[in-house]
């Protein structure tokens, strides 16, 4: 919903029905990830579901469902006799749940999206699939910490309060992870059971990527962390090279001694598993604490530039300092992936690919020179 939420807000509040297709599941070679959306409104589409496979087909029972008021769950793929009409040629399968959207039939969506616009975590939990097609549709909002039992009326949704408990359990916790889930429970919201199904879309604030080193390689860094979605800070603790104009692009920049403002931004809890670490400055003074701090942090990725030797000596000097073997195995230094890099720019793409590989599971290899799918489950 993310990336056609503006357009769905404004249809929403002028009052028309409008219909959205929503990604629920993936199978092998699918291009989009669950999450992705297209909706339609008034004969113009907007957000795409699979890159443009099967976009002509949805755009079609996009408008029905508007017009009937009767979601579906529909799914195409390779498998399907209409493959070859829907075009979805790259070998996937794809399972959407395509809904009205309305003031009366969606009166959360102006919440949902303050939430999202101000960063604030919020979880949509929609049956998406029931035995009883009365319950299709309806929905549960989370938020992390909160109790959305007694806001929610439990009569209305399948299991009454024993599913509208687990449920909203089960989205707090795909909400502290950041990532989006089908989950399937028996009628009455049994977690063992068969028959309802249930789709969490997680939206949280964009996850963090910390430069530290004001360096010129940190501005290529920056661009490329922002091309991939991260709220990206900059840390140095000099001031002559920790300036916005020297990082166009930078959410933050941060005149700081690294360790001590990587430890203040953990204790205050804007430090997650989702977070990556890079250290740029290959100056032992500054590198040195901070990787003591960075390597016993739960985060997605630590990796710090610099020669061989140089990630010889910060290995010593990091076991002198009581560092250990299991935390050490957490840094990725020399850091990037092989790609022959040589400017700041071609460097910070090998670092991006970095990240992105240890997230997805992926080798760094070229996909030309290896066989099986081309898509890897989240690592």
Do not use: N
């Not at 209305?156 to 359990?169: I, K, M, N, S």
């Not at 990082?247 to 941060?254: F, I, Q, R, S, T």
């Not at 990037?336 to 700041?344: M, Q």
């Amino acid at each position: 919903m993310r990336d056609v939420l503006d357009d769905l807000v404004e249809s929403w509040r002028a009052g028309r029905t409008v219909g959205l297709a929503t990604l629920v599941e993936t199978w092998r070679s699918a291009p989009r990830q669950p999450g992705a959306a297209m909706l339609v409104d008034e004969g113009r589409a907007v957000g795409s579901v699979s890159g443009g496979c099967v976009e002509g087909a949805v755009y079609e029972l996009a408008q029905e469902v508007a017009t009937a008021g009767t979601p579906q769950l529909v799914r195409y793929g390779v498998s399907d006799g209409d493959a070859l009409e829907v075009g979805l040629t790259c070998g996937g399968t794809l399972e959407l749940f395509v809904q009205p959207v309305s003031r009366d039939l969606f009166p959360e969506l102006g919440a949902i999206a303050q939430d999202i616009r101000s960063g604030r975590p919020v979880a949509v939990a929609t049956v998406v699939e029931h035995t009883d097609a009365a319950f299709v549709g309806r929905r549960v909002v989370v938020h992390p910490g909160s109790d959305e039992r007694e806001e929610v009326d439990a009569a209305g949704f399948p299991g009454g309060r024993r599913g509208l408990d687990a449920v909203t359990d089960d989205a707090r916790g795909l909400l502290a992870q950041g990532t989006p889930e089908l989950l399937t429970y028996g009628t009455s919201g049994e977690r063992r059971g068969e028959g309802m199904r249930v789709f969490v879309e997680v939206f949280a604030p964009r996850p963090r990527l910390v430069v530290f080193g004001a360096i010129d390689f940190a501005s290529a860094m920056v661009r490329q962390g922002r091309l991939l979605g991260y709220h990206v800070t900059v840390c140095d603790a000099r001031p002559t090279f920790a300036t916005a104009a020297r990082l166009p692009g930078a959410d933050e920049v941060v005149v700081r001694w690294p360790h001590q403002y990587l430890r203040e931004e953990a204790e205050a809890g804007r430090i997650d598993r989702r977070t990556a670490l890079t250290v740029l400055t290959h100056d032992p003074k500054f590198d040195i604490p901070l990787l003591e701090v960075a390597l016993r942090l739960d985060v997605a990725f630590v990796g710090a530039m610099g020669s061989r030797r140089t990630h010889e000596e910060r290995e010593a000097q990091l076991r002198a300092a009581g560092v250990t073997e299991a935390e050490l195995a957490r840094l990725s230094s020399p850091i990037g992936l092989d790609l022959g890099a040589r400017t700041p720019e071609e460097t910070a793409v090998s670092i991006a690919a970095e990240i992105i590989a240890l997230q997805w599971g992926g080798a760094g290899t070229r996909l030309s020179h290896r066989d099986g799918p081309i898509h890897h489950p989240h690592a």
